[in-house]
């Protein structure tokens, strides 16, 4: 069976790790310059889960210049709110405020200065009878 | 995206089911769900591989999400690691991914192809040389 990664390509490999340490918490596990001193690789972690940076090169134009992104990173948190406001205080662009979906899950969205997006989310707990209104004996 | 997965990607796809078959069939990821709308159309897709699922999105203004394209710019990929990348080559070959680079060694301890899929996304498939 085979695993996957994101790889998320940027025009400032360098300047991309940092905002994303500041912004969501995520923490860099390596990353590789060429003889020029140009990070073209990193990797980065939240959790056990694990995403790619890289720069092409050449005539590559990030989602930011380009108007459009074509990959989208999800994430999972244990506090969607908290994270928003680090990501906000860091320079993220929060394109959709944390709020609640129908599918269960409490959701925010951002736009990082590449101009990838993400969404970060957490599960929402179960929901208690009185939530609901019902009501139980005793 | 359950509990135990922290990083989902999610890739932009015009025709979300057609997407679903292909990676399926090309790429050997396990089906997922298919979520259809009132009329039957579907409006989000997941494939699973071991360690988690890839989310298969609808277009989306708000969020500026699109597909690239055949032979468009893409704004990043999936990495996929296999058992065997010259087999895996050769079932995406066949199923019609555009190859734009043979399973090659590379110099960071990989064997490794890159293709494209129908709608123009990336994907890098490798096998860690022992």
Known sequence: MSAITPYLLCEDVA?????????FGLEEVLRYAGDDGIVSHAEMRLGDGTIYL??????????????????????????VDAVCERARAAGAQITEEPADQDYGERRFAARDP???????????????PQDWGATTPG | MSNSQ????????????????????????APGRLDRDGDGHVVHGEVESGNGSIWLHRISDEHALAPPGPGG????????????????????????????????DQFYGRREYGARDPEGH??????PIS
């Open chain 1, 15 to 23: 300047a991309q790790i940092d905002f994303l340490q500041r912004a």
């Open chain 1, 54 to 79: 890289g720069a092409p090169g050449g005539g590559y134009a990030n989602p930011a210049h380009l108007g459009a992104a074509t990959v989208l990173v999800g994430m999972t948190v244990e506090d």
């Open chain 1, 114 to 128: 590449e101009g990838h997006e993400w969404f970060v989310s957490m599960p929402l707990g179960e929901l208690e």
């Open chain 2, 6 to 29: 922290t990083i989902t990607p999610l890739l932009a796809y015009e025709d979300i089911e057609a997407a679903h078959d292909f990676l399926v069939a090309a790429f050997g990821f």
């Open chain 2, 73 to 104: 710019t893409a704004g990043g990929g999936i990495v996929v690691t296999v058992d065997d990348v010259d087999a895996h080559h050769e079932r995406a070959r066949a199923a019609g991914a555009r190859i734009d680079s043979p399973p090659t």
């Open chain 2, 122 to 127: 990336r994907w890098w498939v490798g096998t």
